[in-house]
């Protein structure tokens, strides 16, 4: 499992980049500011804290 985030909700908070443990996710840079995105999904090790921090629930898991 890794998580998908769905844009149509991401407001980039950037809070699944700062707690993830084993740094799945990048910040890339936007027009509107900086947003998270899923760089390394096979580093998961499916603690689902980025899914219980994201303000907007704009985070699942998915198969791999
Ligand atoms: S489930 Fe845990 S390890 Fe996986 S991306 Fe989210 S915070 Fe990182």
């Not at 799945?24 to 689902?48: L, N, Q």
Request: charged letters at 35%.
């Amino acid at each position: 499992m890794h998580p998908r985030i769905d844009y149509n909700k991401c407001v980039g908070s950037l809070e699944c980049y700062d707690i993830c443990p084993v740094d799945v996710f990048d910040a890339e840079e936007i027009e509107e500011g900086k947003r998270a995105v899923v760089a390394r999904p096979e580093d998961c090790v499916e603690c689902e804290l980025c899914v219980q921090v994201c303000p907007t629930d704009a985070i699942k898991m998915i198969e791999d």
